[in-house]
């Protein structure tokens, strides 16, 4: 009998466990509520309370039940509003979560993701290989960046990152992504059926054939074009 009622019990637990909160929930108001129904049913329990009204009118009996059944409409009709406010609550949280995480997972600067996002991605592609598919991980590195800064300022090499970042997204397209890890240094991680993922490396070279134009404010205003 005890190995029993101990099994029963161990059901009863892994079936909570199982479930939500809400489900929960209803399932213990549904279980303690029908059984009270079908009793008060049994009973004739309206036509009790009414023949209880009518013997004790000086009771104010039946007033006190209108104003009952008035207070259980209202706390519906609370509860129902209350439940619209938590769910628009609710969505506004999970948006703001989603938010929270793409920006810790991207580039403020230039919308990349950045090397957490990477890093990432890098372990879920190579676990994820097919037999006879690599993956190429590349990362471009920028010369003479540093002088521009120095001769005209972050806000100038901000915009040369974010150039840079807007050429390398366009090569790379839908065929993998490009990640900034840091600094003027880049990460593109690409997938390729061939054993010798050459082409995908000489992509990045051809953004350096353009150079990179804007106009920057330095006391004065003058032109720059700079290779990338």
């Not at 890093?119 to 592609?125: G, M, T, V």
């Not at 300022?153 to 990640?179: C, I, N, Q, T």
């Amino acid at each position: 009998m005890k190995v029993q009622l101990k099994g029963v019990v161990d059901k009863m637990v892994t079936w909570y466990r199982g479930r939500t909160r809400a489900y929960v929930d209803l399932a213990v108001i549904a279980a303690a509520v029908v059984p009270l129904y079908l009793f008060l049913i049994h009973i004739n329990a309206f036509d009790l309370t009414y023949a209880w009204s009518r013997q004790h009118e000086d009771w104010q009996g039946d007033e006190l039940i209108s104003l009952a059944f008035c207070l259980g409409l209202a706390a519906i009709v609370f509860g129902w509003r209350r439940l619209a406010d938590l769910r628009g609550e609710i969505s506004q949280r999970q948006e703001a979560e989603r938010e929270a995480n793409r920006l810790a997972r991207h580039d403020l600067l230039t919308g990349l993701p950045n090397r957490r996002h990477f890093l990432e991605d890098f372990a879920i592609c190579s676990g994820r290989l097919a037999e006879g598919e690599v993956c190429a991980l590349l990362v471009v590195d920028l010369d003479h960046f540093k002088p521009i800064n120095d001769l005209y300022g972050h806000r100038l090499g901000d915009e040369v990152l974010r150039v840079v970042a807007s050429r390398l997204s366009g090569l790379v397209e839908d065929e993998g992504m490009v990640a900034r890890l840091g600094g003027d240094e880049f990460g593109i991680l690409m997938r390729t059926g061939q054993a010798r993922p050459a082409r995908p490396a000489h992509r990045p070279r051809s953004c350096q054939a353009h150079p990179a134009g804007g106009t920057v404010h330095r006391g004065w205003r003058q032109r720059w074009s700079r290779r990338l």
